[in-house]
Nanobody, 124 residues
Framework: QVHLVESGGGLVQAGASLRLSCVSSGRTSSNYAMGWFRQAPGKEREFVTSISWSGGSTDYADSVKGRFTVSRDNAKNTVYLQMNSLKPGDTAVYYC?????????????????WGQGTQVTVSS
C-alpha cells in the first residue's frame, strides 16, 4: 500500500508563489511516475503535471506551462510542485497521485494511488 500526503497549500494573492509537497510512504514510489491533478469547485478533476520515475521527463497542462514546475527527490520520497505567477483560475484542491507506469501520463486512469488533497486559493 502507498500513502500520499500533500502539504503547502494556502491562501495567496494573484501573482504570488506556492510550493506544494507530496510525501509518499509505504511501498516505494521511486520507480513510478508521479502526477499532480486539481479540482476546482463545480468542475471535473483535471491534469496539471506529471514527472517520470527518474525526473528526467515532465509534462504540463497548457494552462500551467511556464508557471509551474514539477520535481522529485526520490531519496526523500517527495514530489514538489512549484507554482509561480498564480492566478485566481488556479484555485482548486490539488491532488498528488502515483502512476502505475514509469513514464509521464495525463490520464487519471493511469494513477492508482491518490492523496487527500491540499487547498490552494488565489485571490484577485
Amino acid at each position: 500500500q502507498v500513502h500520499l500526503v500533500e502539504s503547502g497549500g494556502g491562501l495567496v494573492q494573484a501573482g504570488a508563489s506556492l510550493r506544494l509537497s507530496c510525501v509518499s510512504s509505504g511501498r516505494t514510489s521511486s520507480n513510478y511516475a508521479m502526477g499532480w491533478f486539481r479540482q476546482a469547485p463545480g468542475k471535473e478533476r483535471e491534469f496539471v503535471t506529471s514527472i517520470s520515475w527518474s525526473g528526467g521527463s515532465t509534462d504540463y497542462a497548457d494552462s500551467v506551462k511556464g508557471r509551474f514546475t514539477v520535481s522529485r527527490d526520490n531519496a526523500k520520497n517527495t514530489v514538489y510542485l512549484q507554482m509561480n505567477s498564480l492566478k485566481p483560475g488556479d484555485t482548486a484542491v490539488y491532488y498528488c497521485a502515483r502512476s502505475r507506469r514509469r513514464y509521464t501520463s495525463t490520464l487519471q486512469s493511469d494513477y492508482d494511488y491518490w492523496g487527500q488533497g491540499t487547498q490552494v486559493t488565489v485571490s484577485s
